[in-house]
């Protein structure tokens, strides 16, 4: 939790990011992607100065466990001194003690935020699904959260000025914004009018222009000019089997021994690589999260 102190930007776990939203088409299947196509409502874990704090803080909780179908987990929620915005204690269940740091006392608005990451930490526990390492775990659990249509509020309690600031989550606000803007163009949702935030919009423009970069990168029928002039030059290098190896270019081009050259590249929706012969305009279709692309090979 960012506190007053300096807040990272850009990209710098963008690769985790992607892993992670990769396995979460893996381990869940598309069918139940699709079934978080609707986010969690504001008005559903509004939580107001007057409201009781544990009572509100416990009925919030509820509220993600409804949203991440935990029916038989139950989270019992307390505050206390501590470092980090909150922790979880991944027992066994169905019981879960949840922990928020004692700011929360005083800014009851994000609860619900703090709680999105916790509750999340049980549901890819119970699905056994984890990161090695804890910074990529949690980067794991803030991606999923997110995805599944909860992180808008990681998100929203970011707070930027002169004077202070404010963020939850190991994501920086800027892949929050990616990462939401990858849900909205799966599954058509704006989540721009849930923010109270100025910057926490900002970030998600910012995002979303990531996002939209990456359904404009060749062999993409979407690419621009450049990266199509680029993609052809490297693509007559590897017909006169001149190695060519750019890390900045996602597409990568392999021999397929005695049949035509194939281009593998991410698919723009899940990142799962996919591979396709070299032959000109083409349909290819992610046997993962099920995106038809638009080729030029």
């Known amino acids: 939790m960012a506190n007053g102190g300096p807040v990272e930007h850009g990209y710098p776990h963008l690769e985790t990011v992607r892993a992670a939203i990769t396995a979460l088409y ?11 196509s609707a986010s969690v409502a504001p008005a559903d874990v509004a ?44 027992a066994a269940g169905p019981e879960y003690f949840v ?34 390492g804890t910074r990529d775990n949690e980067i794991l659990t803030d991606t999923a959260a997110t995805y599944l249509g909860a ?25 929050f914004g990616y990462v939401l803007a990858k849900r909205a163009l799966v599954f058509g949702e704006d989540p721009s009018v849930w923010f109270t935030s100025p910057q926490a919009y900002e ?23 450049a990266g199509r002039r680029r993609y052809a030059r490297d693509r007559r290098h590897a017909q006169d089997h001149t190695p060519v190896s750019h890390p900045e270019t996602p597409y990568t081009f392999t021999p397929d021994g005695r049949g035509p050259l194939r281009v593998s590249f991410p698919c723009p929706t899940c990142h799962q690589r996919i591979r396709v012969p070299v032959k000109g305009r083409m349909r290819a279709r992610c046997g993962l999260c099920r995106t038809v692309l638009e080729c030029d090979t």
């Open 151 to 175: 992180g808008w509020l990681l998100l929203d309690a970011f707070r930027e000025d002169a004077a202070s600031s404010q963020k939850l989550g190991y994501l920086t606000p800027e892949e």
């Open 47 to 90: 939580f107001c100065d007057t409201d009781d704090l544990h009572l509100g803080a416990q009925r919030v909780a509820r509220e993600l466990v409804r949203h991440y179908r935990l029916p038989d987990a139950r989270m019992i929620v307390g505050f206390r001194e501590m470092t980090h915005a909150a922790n979880v204690e991944l």
């Open 99 to 132: 922990e928020l740091n004692d700011r929360f006392r005083s800014h009851r608005r994000d609860i619900g935020a703090a709680l999105a990451h916790e509750v999340m930490h049980v549901y890819l526990h119970r699905l056994d699904l984890s990161f090695p």
């Open 203 to 225: 970030a998600y423009t910012r995002g979303m222009s990531m996002a939209r970069r990456d359904e404009q990168q060749p062999p993409l029928t979407a690419a621009g000019w």
């Open 26 to 36: 893996k381990r869940l299947s598309y069918d139940t992607i699709h079934s978080f």
